[in-house]
Structure formats: C-alpha cells, structure tokens
C-alpha cells in the first residue's frame, strides 16, 4: 500500500485494468482498497489526488475535471469520491457539466456515519477525525495551524468545539488512543464512534 506520506503529496496512480475509474481523495485510498479487495470489484481502477486537498478545497475542482477529461477515451464510466468537500457545490456543478456522478454528501465525515443519521446530529461543536487523519493529525492540523509553534493558539481554533469524534472505519485499538491523545492535545472531549464504511460500499458498488 503507498504510503500517507505520497497520498498527502502526489496521490495514486490508476492502475489501468478495470472498467471504471474512480477519481478520489487521497484520504480515502485506503478504505477504497479494502471495499474493492474485499469485494472483488476488479472493474474499478482507482486514482487518488493528492490528500492534502483535504485542507486545499479550491484545488479539488481543477483537479478532478483535469482527471476526467485526461481518462475520460480510457473508461466506460468515471465516479467522483468526492463528497462536496467545501467546494460550495462546484464540485457537484463541474461533475454535471463532465456527465460523471459524485458521492453524495457535505464531506467524507457525513458519508461514513451515513448522510441520514450525520443530518440526523446536532454536533456543531465537534471536530472530526478519521483513520486517516489520526495517523496524520500533525500533517493536516497540528502543523497547518501553526499550532507546533505556536501551541497558544489552540483556545482561538477551538475554543468553539467541546469534542473530538473519531470517526473510526476500522477498530484498531492502537488508532483510538492516538485520537485520544489528539484530543487531550486540542483541549477536547473525547467520543470515539465505529462508523465502518457508511454510505462509501453502497456507492462504490453502484458505481
């Protein structure tokens, strides 16, 4: 498996078997290979942008319809695993101008609880952490924040929140303490919450 390190920087490659392409976040690498291993969806290639367009939103757009219109004679269908990801429905608007169908949802935390029951929450005051962002919490909002220099700055980012959800895909005991530590380091209650996959299996299987 690539590593988080070349996720976060260059994303992934598609490998150029399958039928289907499936444009995605580099946070998600992971657990999309798991549901196509796992279920033996052998027609769907993967190519991940870089991760880090996690914290980059205006970067997203450009890259995915750069990535359809350079695979678009290569694939019989394309699918966006991209929720709207704080692109303020341009995603959704460029993905319908390219004739490619997107995951449903504000962002990946929606679609891994299940965008019925995160709309069913009332957790305006909490932050959200999954697999992928407790391994790199430093990478995407310790060090982004400037909080490594200058650590006083916590109380003015979160001040507002009261806890730290993480969001786990896998039960790894290991990934729950670090997200606790991530918690304790951020000033926050801490709730962990086994979501699985959420709506990602129903959308990569109808894709």
Request: with cysteine; hydrophobic share 40%; glycine share 8%.
């Amino acid at each position: 498996m690539t590593s988080d390190a070349t996720l976060t920087r260059d994303g992934l490659a598609p490998d150029g078997r399958g039928q289907v392409l499936l444009i995605a976040c580099g946070a998600l690498a992971r657990e999309i290979i798991a549901l196509r291993s796992g279920n033996g969806w052998d027609h769907l290639d993967l190519q991940c942008l870089p991760a880090i367009y996690h914290a980059r939103p205006e970067k997203i757009v450009p890259a995915v319809r750069a990535a359809v219109e350079k695979h678009r004679s290569d694939y019989d269908r394309i699918f966006v695993v991209y929720a709207d990801c704080g692109t303020g429905g341009a995603l959704e608007a460029a993905c319908s101008e390219l004739g490619v169908k997107m995951i449903a949802g504000p962002h990946c935390y929606s679609f891994f609880e299940g965008n019925a029951a995160f709309d069913a929450l009332d957790e305006v005051t909490s932050f959200y952490l999954t697999d992928f962002l407790v391994r790199q919490f430093d990478a995407f909002v310790w060090e982004p924040l400037g909080l490594d220099k200058h650590p006083e700055l916590r109380d003015m980012y979160f001040g507002n929140y009261e806890k730290l959800v993480y969001q786990g895909q896998t039960k790894n005991p290991e990934l729950i303490e670090r997200a606790r530590a991530c918690a304790d380091r951020l000033g926050l209650q801490f709730e962990y919450r086994f979501t699985g996959y959420g709506d990602l299996t129903a959308a990569l299987r109808s894709a």
